[in-house]
Structure formats: structure tokens, C-alpha cells
């Protein structure tokens, strides 16, 4: 059987292709699946990584690692799975890369996520402790998580 491929790369090395396939699949999770309206394409994407695994053309797994706002951290978010390819571990590796991905590229730094809540167990398994009580980003339970750089 053949292995997904991981891909990582910055904005501006993404081909239109790539970049359309992306937006698309982050629209249909985020925008239409999740029912948020909302600036989904915001001013991150601009300086952000994109880590993404596909296998024959088709976007199995995505995340994008931005910068935090203040520079204390480094996040990563708009994780997702299509649904089409949920309950095969895609959600496990992509987050496994993206965090080896963030000790390549900022060593000893701390990663902060927006995590929604029911995920929460999902990112303690990383090794994610929360700091923040739960609260509604676009009417969904989130809680801010935090793993010490280093890992």
C-alpha cells in the first residue's frame, strides 16, 4: 500500500494548485461543515507553513504553523481531516509532523493552541496541558493549550 506524502511549505512556495486545494478543503470543514461564518484566509496565511499530507492528488491531513501575535509562542492551527479520510490516524501524523516541523524551525519554543474542547484528551496526548478555561470561538468550545518546546 502506498505511504501518504508529508509536504511542507511556506505560502509563497505553494503552487496555485496547491494553494486552491488547501483554501478548499479548509472552507469545507471550517466554513460549510462547522457552520462558521467567518475570515477563514486571514492575514497568517500570508508568512505560514503549511504541512499537509496527500496520497494520489487527495488531501488526507492539514495544518498551518503561524507565528503568535506577541512572538512568545508559536501556533499551529486549522488542523483537519477531510471527511473522507477521518478515523485512519491522519489526524495523529499530521499534528506529529507539525510539531517536529515547529522544533525544526524554532527550536526550544513554545507551541500554543486554540484547541476545540472535545479534542482536548486528542492534544493531552501530545502532551499539551490546558491554560485557559473553555470558551466560544465562533460558537465552539475552545481551550488554550500550551507544549513546552523541546520535546
Same mark, same amino acid.
Given at each position: 500500500? #502506498? #505511504? +501518504?506524502?508529508? %509536504? ?7 503552487? +496555485?494548485?496547491?494553494?486552491? =486545494? %488547501?483554501? #478548499?478543503?479548509?472552507? !469545507? ?24 499530507? =496527500? ?7 492539514? =495544518?498551518?504553523?503561524? !507565528? ?10 486549522? *488542523? ?15 499534528? =506529529? ?14 507551541? !500554543?493552541? $486554540? ?11 501530545? $502532551? ?5 478555561? *473553555?470558551?466560544?470561538?465562533?460558537? %465552539? +468550545?475552545? %481551550? ?8
Amino acid at each position: 500500500m #502506498q #505511504q +501518504p506524502e508529508l %509536504i511542507i511549505k511556506t505560502t509563497s512556495e505553494l503552487t +496555485p494548485l496547491e494553494l486552491l =486545494t %488547501i483554501m #478548499q478543503e479548509r472552507t !469545507k470543514v471550517f466554513v460549510v461543515e462547522q457552520r462558521c461564518a467567518y475570515q477563514e484566509i486571514d492575514e497568517a496565511d500570508f508568512n505560514a507553513h503549511h504541512v499537509y499530507l =496527500t496520497l494520489d492528488n487527495n488531501l488526507l491531513a492539514y =495544518t498551518r504553523i503561524i !507565528k503568535d501575535s506577541d512572538n512568545a509562542y508559536i501556533r499551529f492551527g486549522r *488542523v483537519l481531516v477531510p471527511l473522507a479520510y477521518r478515523k485512519k490516524n491522519y489526524g495523529r501524523q499530521i499534528v =506529529t509532523a507539525t510539531i517536529a516541523e515547529i522544533h525544526h524551525l524554532y527550536p526550544n519554543k513554545m507551541i !500554543k493552541i $486554540g484547541a476545540q474542547n472535545y479534542l482536548r484528551s486528542f492534544y493531552e496526548s501530545f $502532551g499539551f496541558k490546558a491554560v485557559s478555561d *473553555v470558551y466560544l470561538e465562533d460558537n %465552539i +468550545p475552545h %481551550i488554550d493549550m500550551i507544549l513546552n518546546g523541546g520535546h
